[in-house]
């Protein structure tokens, strides 16, 4: 890209590759957490009693959650690796 112009990854077909792996996966998100039939009432969905904004907060909870542990875990292997 513009920050690299001299480095031999081809950052262009990088962020394209992201970009249509992330379009075809919408439709497999939607399916996990589209819009579905109203809960009977006798019984209990616990996540369909939560708000969205309180599904939205838990979501990045668990993306920021995610991307402390992976950078924890690499720091932790790095010194094992760093001569490779």
């Known amino acids: 890209m513009y920050f690299l112009p001299h480095s031999p990854i081809d950052w262009t077909s990088i962020f394209a590759q992201s970009t249509l792996a992330a379009v075809l ?8 957490f589209g819009r579905r039939p109203a809960p009977q009432q006798d019984r ?3 996540i369909a009693t939560k708000s969205r904004s309180e599904r939205a907060r ?8 995610y991307l402390v542990l992976y950078f924890t875990a690499g720091s932790i292997i790095w010194p ?3 001569e490779f």
């Open 58 to 65: 838990k979501f990045v909870v668990c993306d920021l959650a």
């Open 44 to 46: 209990y969905h616990p």
């Open 80 to 82: 094992y690796i760093k």
């Open 25 to 32: 996966s919408i439709p497999v998100w939607m399916l996990l």
